[in-house]
Each structure stands twice: as structure tokens, then as C-alpha cells.
């Protein structure tokens, strides 16, 4: 039993370290949609194409989240019970947990701050459009009156004579 607690031990600190890598990766795709949010003319299509890939990397985490439990609900009883045991291997979890609970942390204060310079931009981009409109329907209504100045009956001409 002693050598399943430290496969299964093993296979908990491998699932955080991949957890912790995915975690990197998200506060990257973070950071570098701030930076997108903060440039002078926003890229749309990039800011999508990295909401993408952080869905993806989400998956993962999820993922992960599910073999962890799996694996943990398996040995928590026992390394509970033996805590003495197994004393340095729950100090490691315990730290790796608390690194990735850090890490979450920031993506979270980050990701607040984006999503109300997000709203600030799409705001922008909705006046953006409707003065578009406005405009384009104050154009095509010009026109349409101009088109209707003239009648086939009413000369192009003025007599100048008194």
C-alpha cells in the first residue's frame, strides 16, 4: 500500500506542476491582452485569437482539476491519517498549492482590469458605430432631398429679364 500512497503522491505533484505551467501560461495571454487593450488602436482580431487560446488552456485546468481530485480522494484518507508519514510530501503540496492559488490570484485582480478596459472599449466602438450610422443617414437623406429638388417641369434656367 505504502508504494501506491507515493505513485499516487507522485502523480498529485506532477498534476500541480502541470497545473502551475498551464497557470503561467494563462497570466501570460493575460498580460499580453492588456497590452492590446492598452495600445492606441485596440486589435480585435488578436484580442479574440488570444481569448482562444486561453479557453483551451482552461480546458486543461479543468482537466487537471478532475485527475487531481480522482487522485486525491483515492490517498486523502491515508495521508490524513499518516500525515506524520508522509509529512514532506504534504508540505510540497501544500506549497505547490499555494503558489498556483498566488498565481490564480493575479490572473483574477489582472483579468478584472481588463474586462473594464474591454467594456470601456466596446463602449468606444459602439459610438464609433452609431455616429457611423448617423452620419452615413444624414448623407444618403442630403442626397435623397437633392434628388428630389428638380422636376421635369421646372427649367434649369432663370430668366433674368424684369
Known amino acids: 500500500m505504502d508504494n501506491n500512497i507515493s ?22 495571454l493575460t498580460e ?18 488570444l481569448v ?11 482537466e487537471l482539476d478532475r485527475g487531481f481530485e480522482e487522485f486525491f480522494g483515492k490517498i486523502g484518507t491515508t495521508l490524513k491519517e499518516n500525515s506524520a508519514r508522509y509529512k514532506p510530501q504534504i508540505l510540497e503540496l501544500q506549497n505547490s498549492v499555494r503558489v498556483i492559488t498566488e498565481c ?34 444624414t448623407a444618403a437623406s442630403y442626397y435623397q432631398n437633392m434628388a428630389n429638388q428638380h422636376h421635369e417641369w421646372q427649367s434649369y434656367f432663370m430668366d433674368k429679364k424684369k
Open 52 to 62: 482562444q487560446k486561453k479557453g483551451k488552456l482552461l480546458e486543461r485546468i479543468e
Open 104 to 137: 490564480g490570484v493575479k490572473i483574477q485582480a489582472l483579468e478584472k482590469k481588463n474586462k473594464d478596459k474591454f467594456a470601456a472599449a466596446m463602449s468606444k466602438k459602439r459610438k464609433e458605430i452609431r455616429d457611423f450610422k448617423a452620419s452615413n443617414k
Open 7 to 28: 505513485v499516487y503522491v507522485a502523480a498529485l505533484q506532477d498534476s500541480l506542476r502541470n497545473k502551475w505551467d498551464v497557470l503561467k501560461e494563462i497570466l501570460d
Open 32 to 49: 499580453q491582452q492588456e497590452k492590446i487593450l492598452n495600445a492606441e488602436e485596440m486589435d480585435w482580431d488578436g484580442f479574440d485569437a
